[in-house]
């Protein structure tokens, strides 16, 4: 079990927890296309909660590595960019057609790549172990929580469909904006 501690290995305790958060955001995925949100989203939050414990972990143990950093950030884009866009574009727009569900659409990609934009350029500015005071843009965990509110906004009827496309939007381009955000 000395592979758990060892920062070389792929499969240190920080990676085996992110693989936990990439699991969770894999299966969320699968209770969205069978229209069970609660569930999706519970499984969202299991892999949020993943994302923090992971970070932790590889701090506290010094297990930080390129591999681990590579790895936690496709689990941020499975669980915060692909996830909740897929849940609000499969829960809002499902039954719409049209103009709507074009623009929630064009939307929805613009989402992912900003997200994925983010995400490879975190990578490329990011060193092991380090921990920058402030982000710079909207981190995508941050940018997911977001998204759940819409949907529940959207839930309850609080916005439109044209609404939830505009916040949708706005969320994207602050994933990439200059907006300083401080690092917990």
């Known amino acids: 079990m000395q592979f758990l501690w060892q920062s070389k290995n792929h499969f240190n305790l920080a990676n085996l927890v992110t693989m936990i958060n990439i699991s969770a955001?894999?299966?969320?995925t699968y209770f969205i296309t069978q229209n069970n949100f609660t569930m999706a989203i519970i499984l969202a939050?299991?892999?949020?909660?993943c994302d923090i414990i992971d970070g932790k972990i590889a701090r506290k143990y010094n297990l930080s590595n390129e591999f681990?950093?590579?790895?936690?950030?496709?689990?941020?884009?499975?669980?915060?960019?692909l996830v909740p866009v897929f849940l609000i574009f499969q829960a809002v727009f499902i039954q719409?057609?049209?103009l709507v569900l074009v623009l929630a659409g064009i939307v929805s990609i613009y989402y992912v790549i900003?997200?994925?934009?983010?995400?490879?350029?975190?990578?490329?500015?990011?060193d092991a172990g380090e921990v920058a005071k402030f982000f710079r843009g909207v981190p995508t965990p941050l940018g997911a929580?977001?998204?759940w509110l819409v949907y529940l906004a959207s839930t309850y009827t609080l916005i439109n469909g044209f609404g939830v496309i505009a916040f949708i939007a706005l969320i994207a381009w602050l994933l990439n904006s200059n907006v300083k955000i401080p690092h917990p």
């Open 114 to 126: 900003s997200g994925l934009r983010r995400l490879i350029q975190f990578n490329i500015d990011a």
């Open 145 to 147: 929580i977001l998204l």
């Open 68 to 81: 681990g950093i590579q790895l936690d950030s496709f689990a941020d884009f499975l669980s915060f960019v």
């Open 96 to 98: 719409t057609s049209g």
């Open 45 to 49: 939050w299991i892999g949020g909660a």
């Open 25 to 28: 955001g894999l299966i969320a």
